[in-house]
């Protein structure tokens, strides 16, 4: 049996008739093969990595729309100073789903001891994962470049 094969992202579809649970890091994919809460397998097989949102969906071409939903994953709740916390954060480039009383983070043993020396309180949880997109409209922040050409510092 061959699988449904797409390489369209659907900005905000309405039409989902099944959906996807993906990791914060599995959705930055290119190609692959992924299964639904329904069983359907297919693959997703796109001209080029891309970050894949929560809420956004992969279009079959079969008609059918299958939306994307941020997994459970293992993250620390950072509370305390939130303002300074942040900045250490994004200054690491790690990231950082921002609420008002709290941030999330992955798990990562090095940075959460980094937040306790600096007074953060971490809390372990298991929740769904959407960090801030990069602030040059990418969903991403791999590497510390802007545009096609980085800058020293």
Same mark, same amino acid.
């Given at each position: 049996?061959?699988?449904?094969?797409?390489?369209?992202?659907?900005?905000?579809?309405?039409?989902?008739?099944?959906?996807?649970?993906?990791?914060?890091?599995?959705?930055?994919?290119?190609?692959?093969?992924?299964?639904?809460?329904?069983?359907?397998?297919?693959?997703?097989?796109?001209?080029?990595?891309?970050?894949?949102?929560?809420? %956004?969906?992969?279009?079959?071409?079969?008609?059918?729309?299958?939306?994307?939903?941020?997994?459970?994953?293992?993250?620390?709740?950072?509370?305390?100073?939130?303002?300074?916390?942040?900045?250490?954060?994004?200054?690491?480039?790690?990231?950082?789903?921002?609420?008002?009383?709290?941030?999330?983070? %992955?798990?990562?043993?090095?940075?959460?001891?980094?937040?306790?020396?600096?007074?953060?309180?971490? %809390?372990?949880?298991?929740e769904p994962f959407t960090p801030e997109g990069g602030a040059?409209?990418?969903?991403?922040?791999?590497?510390?470049?802007?545009?096609?050409?980085?800058?020293?510092?």
């Amino acid at each position: 049996m061959t699988l449904p094969v797409t390489q369209t992202v659907v900005p905000h579809p309405d039409n989902c008739t099944d959906r996807v649970h993906l990791t914060y890091d599995d959705r930055f994919l290119r190609r692959k093969v992924l299964t639904t809460e329904r069983g359907l397998r297919f693959l997703v097989d796109l001209e080029q990595t891309t970050s894949v949102d929560h809420g %956004q969906g992969f279009a079959l071409p079969n008609g059918a729309c299958i939306e994307v939903v941020a997994a459970e994953e293992a993250l620390y709740a950072v509370t305390g100073d939130l303002t300074r916390l942040a900045w250490h954060v994004g200054n690491r480039h790690t990231p950082c789903q921002i609420e008002g009383a709290r941030l999330l983070i %992955q798990r990562d043993p090095v940075i959460g001891h980094m937040l306790e020396h600096l007074g953060a309180v971490l %809390q372990e949880v298991n929740e769904p994962f959407t960090p801030e997109g990069g602030a040059y409209g990418h969903g991403r922040t791999h590497a510390h470049e802007h545009g096609h050409t980085a800058h020293a510092h």
